[in-house]
């Protein structure tokens, strides 16, 4: 019982073609965040949602838009893929607010070619 | 902008030896946690100090959160192997709605 899960964990996808990732709670939490991880700059928020239809953008969110139309589901889109998008995305939750500590998904592994 | 800075980037060491990383900022941080990460897996939560001068222990690992609640260290006593991984810290303002992480100390613990 993971509580958070990510899909896909792995996607290859060429320049300029749309994807879009998907983030899955069972925790009923209200939190919901991206972040993408690259070697020296640590996790980096892309965006987050503090409720159904409720979202606001992190330092990172150019090139990306995000949506959350149900408590479990929060959806990350990049709209048109760049090589600068290749990272490791994870999607976290949170109950209350962020004094309570993260659960972090597996992450998805993007690669754009 | 909230910035954490960790010290060391990498660490390696041996067996049985003792480590302490150090989280640092200018700002003040209403709570600041650490997490431990493995590769291929998210990072998980290890510990939350939210009063300055906290003192929190976890079997072999103690966290310290400054006076000031500007800095955080991680100390381990007689590391183990199982210990290596991803070692980051975040810090929340209060206010904000998200964490501000460092970029991570790698520690490699050699049996």
């Known amino acids: 019982d993971a509580g958070i899960t990510q899909s896909p964990r792995h996607k290859v996808t060429e320049t300029g073609t749309p994807v879009t990732l998907r983030c899955h709670q069972t925790e009923n939490h209200r939190y919901m965040y991206w972040y993408r991880q690259d070697p020296g700059h640590g996790l980096r928020l892309i965006h987050y949602s503090y409720g159904v239809k409720d979202t606001d953008k992190g330092e990172v969110s150019d090139g990306y838009s995000v949506s959350r139309s149900k408590t479990e589901d929060f959806l990350l889109t990049l709209e048109s893929a760049t090589s600068s998008q290749t990272s490791v995305y994870f999607c976290?939750?949170?109950?209350?607010?962020?004094?309570?500590?993260?659960?972090f998904g597996s992450g998805t592994r993007l690669t754009v070619v | 902008t909230q910035l954490l800075e960790q010290s060391p980037q990498f660490l390696s060491i041996q067996e049985g030896e003792n480590l302490t990383v150090y989280c640092n900022s200018s700002s003040v941080f209403s709570s600041l946690q650490w997490y431990r990460q493995e590769p291929g897996e998210g990072p998980v939560l290890l510990v939350t100090?939210?009063?300055?001068?906290e003192v929190k222990k976890l079997k072999r690992l103690t966290f310290q959160f400054g006076d000031a609640r500007k800095d955080s260290s991680l100390h381990i006593t007689a590391a183990q192997p199982g210990d290596t991984g991803l070692y980051l810290c975040?810090?929340?303002?209060?206010?904000?709605?998200?964490?501000?992480f460092g970029s991570g100390t790698q520690l490699t613990v050699l049996p």
């Open positions: 975040a810090g929340s303002s209060g206010s904000a709605r998200q964490l501000t």
């Open positions: 976290a939750i949170s109950e209350s607010s962020s004094n309570y500590g993260y659960t």
């Open positions: 100090v939210v009063t300055g001068g």
